[in-house]
């Protein structure tokens, strides 16, 4: 689904970013140029980006 329509970035690119190593709205921003334009993808950004680091959190802990 995409997140951003003013650069074309979708959920999967932002899940892939926070997975290569982004942590935060700011630094994913950096990486996609997420919420540069408009700002109206900024929610669901944060979202995302929430969701996938309690998904990596979850994989760690069971591997620990």
Excluded: F
Excluded at 39 to 59: H, K, M, N, Q
């Amino acid at each position: 689904m995409y997140v951003c329509l003013c650069h074309a970035v979708t959920d999967k690119q932002i899940k892939h970013a926070v997975e290569d190593g982004c942590c935060s709205l700011r630094e994913v921003s950096q990486c996609l140029n997420v919420g540069k334009t408009c700002g109206r993808c900024v929610p669901v950004a944060r979202e995302v980006i929430s969701d996938t680091l309690a998904e990596l959190g979850a994989d760690i802990a069971r591997v620990a």
